[in-house]
């Protein structure tokens, strides 16, 4: 099958390498020069209107702004191979999400929303959590490509907007459990219990599960070098507190983790991971020390 792929950052190289163990032709474009060797195997095209020539097209891009940027003003949708269909892997706002849904309904494209849990060591091993949610023939007819990038695809009905708010909600959830273990790291150590201690504890007994097992790690080996960055989930933070608005909600705890990132961000960890939040609470909100200041990379 012929595949386009837009956007080869940390967690679309390899992506767009396991459609190639696959067996796929598969012809990327990024908005940045990338070098052969970091994608054996995928066509290097000039432009991203190519990777649109395709039975399907990938795009894994930082935010709603790429998207209409890279594809949206640029007209992509109407000069692609007709019957396409375009496969968005990033995490969106869902009003992006509904307005992506209508113009490829115009464009007469296929479209499905599929955001991905996982780090790019998990992209790379091919054993993503993929939600997915489109019409069912979209659906199905790709379904053999997110077999070849995740363990599982979680199909979430024929609204793809909804596979985007599980998404955000999911990564509001991860915020959260973060933000837990620091506050409890707090209580514990303040009576002299050391927080590895204090992990072995809660994940032997209340609080086991993927999220705590590896965040709990990264804050007790005080290690916060970027799986998924503060400055991208501080955006998703953004956007799912867009939503709740939209629904008219107030969710307090959202509100406490997307201030956390914000006060990260702002004092220059923004390329750390996100679990930078935890360290920053722990020390009282000042974070270990650093000299570099990204907050104005969002």
Same mark, same amino acid.
């Given at each position: 099958m012929q595949i386009g792929f837009i956007g080869l950052g940390n967690m679309g190289a390899p992506m767009a390498a396991n459609l190639v163990k696959a067996g796929h032709d598969v012809r990327a474009w990024n908005r940045s020069k990338v070098a052969q060797d970091r994608v054996p195997g995928v066509t290097l095209v000039e432009r991203a209107a190519d990777a649109f020539q395709?039975?399907?097209?990938?795009?894994?891009?930082?935010?709603?702004q790429a998207i209409r940027g890279v594809i949206v003003d640029a007209g992509l949708l109407a000069s692609a191979r007709p019957r396409l269909i375009h496969i968005v892997t990033s995490?969106?706002?869902? &009003?992006?999400?509904?307005e992506l849904t209508r113009l490829h =309904?115009?464009?007469?494209?296929?479209y499905v929303s599929a955001p991905v849990l996982g780090r790019p060591s998990v992209a790379a091993s091919g054993q993503l959590n993929i939600l997915a &949610?489109?019409?069912?023939?979209?659906?199905?007819?790709? =379904?053999?490509l997110l077999a070849s990038l995740g363990k599982k695809t979680w199909k979430l009905g024929?609204?793809?907007?909804?596979?985007?708010?599980?998404?955000?909600a999911c990564n509001v959830m991860i915020a959260m459990a973060i933000e837990a273990m620091a506050e409890g790291v707090v209580l514990s150590e303040s009576v002299g219990l050391d927080r590895a201690d204090f992990f072995a504890l809660i994940l032997g007994t209340l609080f086991s599960g993927r999220a705590y097992e590896s965040y709990s790690a990264q804050i007790t080996d005080r290690s916060f070098e970027p799986g998924f960055k503060a400055s991208l989930a501080l955006k998703d933070m953004r956007l799912a507190t867009e939503a709740s608005d939209a629904i008219g909600r107030i969710?307090?705890?959202?509100?406490?983790?997307?201030e956390g990132l914000s006060r990260a961000v702002s004092a220059g960890f923004g390329e750390k991971?996100?679990?930078i939040m935890a360290d920053?609470?722990?020390?009282?909100?000042n974070g270990f020390a650093s000299s570099a200041n990204t907050s104005d990379s969002l």
């Open positions: 395709a039975d399907a097209v990938f795009t894994m891009l930082s935010d709603d995490t969106i706002s869902v &009003a992006f999400a509904r =309904e115009e464009a007469g494209l296929g &949610a489109g019409t069912a023939d979209a659906v199905g007819a790709i =379904e053999p024929q609204d793809p907007a909804r596979a985007n708010m599980a998404k955000l969710l307090p705890m959202l509100e406490t983790v997307r991971d996100w679990s920053m609470t722990v020390r009282g909100g």
